[in-house]
């Protein structure tokens, strides 16, 4: 596949500016901060008290007065209410960026395998005159304008550019294992429902955070009924009709599980995001209207 860059005015970023910035995001994501430096950026979730994951979030630091969070775009301005009550008390200011033309994904050529294993922990990141590149995987990545006055230059990333490069860019990164979240999943959803435990974003061994004792009694004492599972159709599929909590069901006609999102691209097998009975993680379920979905071998799911 050819290689393509695209803007992302869906995500946004939240700057965090003061001191001891890491120490207090400790206290309020599930990911540890002490993995956090210039260079290696950790991905984690924040969470209400009842453990309700209100968004995911990647964490960037720039320096060590500036982190840089990266985030829906309409899932932003409630993260940085959320964090302003909190962080007025230790002096660090919250600014939301919501520019449409700050933040690309890029996709280098060439095919890649259905799952891509990516350390939620290790992302690495360069800074350079005021562009902070970010690397997602061997073939995924970033790029955010930090600077307001330094735009990024989206002709020179790759050689070619598509018409549907963002849908493309947000089915490939949904393919590779990630559901991010969107307003609507606004507090519906635990970590664990979410793989979000099986895939780096919860550290267990870490100490307090918002909705931490619950997020903790589930993992050590519970388990989780629904998994998230990702699933490929065999073909494009008319994405628009597949409504979120279309039913899916087993071979069987029992209904497991429900959509939440479906992402497609022009000449590419349509990627779906769906909650599922736990029981029935990495099996082969089907749409109302007969329609196969494969499960993709994510190693989050595959090992439940």
């Known amino acids: 596949m050819s290689g393509f860059a695209c803007f992302l005015p869906s995500e946004a970023m939240i700057h965090l500016r003061g001191n001891k910035i890491p ?10 901060t002490r993995k956090l430096s ?56 919250v600014d939301l960026d919501s520019r449409e033309d700050a933040i690309i994904g890029t996709r280098e050529s060439g095919e890649i395998s259905d799952y891509e294993p990516r350390a939620a922990g290790s992302m690495a990141t360069t800074l350079c005159d005021g562009i902070l590149t970010l690397r997602r995987g061997s073939a995924f990545g970033e790029v955010l304008s930090i600077d307001p006055h330094k735009p990024i230059d989206l002709a020179g990333r ?28 606004l507090g519906a959803f635990t970590p664990q429902a979410l793989n979000y435990d099986l895939t780096g974003l919860v550290a267990f061994d870490k100490g307090c955070y918002t909705g ?28 628009p009709a597949i409504a979120r909590d279309t039913p899916l069901l087993t071979p069987e006609g029992i209904t ?13 097998p349509t990627v779906l995001a769906a909650e599922v009975q736990s029981e029935y993680l990495n099996t082969v379920l089907l749409l109302t209207n007969g329609e196969q979905l494969r499960p993709l071998a994510h190693e989050a799911t595959h090992n439940q």
């Open 23 to 32: 120490e207090f995001l400790q206290g309020q994501l599930t990911c540890d």
């Open 256 to 268: 497991v599980g429900r959509c939440l999102r479906a992402e497609s691209a022009a000449d590419a």
């Open 38 to 93: 210039v260079g290696n950026a950790v991905m984690g979730a924040l969470c209400n008290v009842k453990g309700r994951v209100l968004s995911d979030i990647l964490v960037l630091q720039l320096s060590d007065s500036h982190i840089v969070l990266r985030l829906r775009q309409s899932l932003a301005s409630n993260v940085a209410d959320t964090l302003r009550r909190y962080a007025q008390f230790s002096r660090i200011s």
């Open 212 to 239: 931490q004792e619950i997020v903790a009694r589930l993992h050590y004492k519970g388990h989780s009924k629904r998994r998230l599972q990702v699933l490929q159709a065999a073909h494009d599929l008319d994405t």
């Open 158 to 185: 790759v050689a070619r550019q598509t018409l549907d490069a963002e849908p493309r860019w947000a089915m490939e990164t949904l393919r590779n294992g990630h559901y991010a979240l969107e307003l609507e999943d």
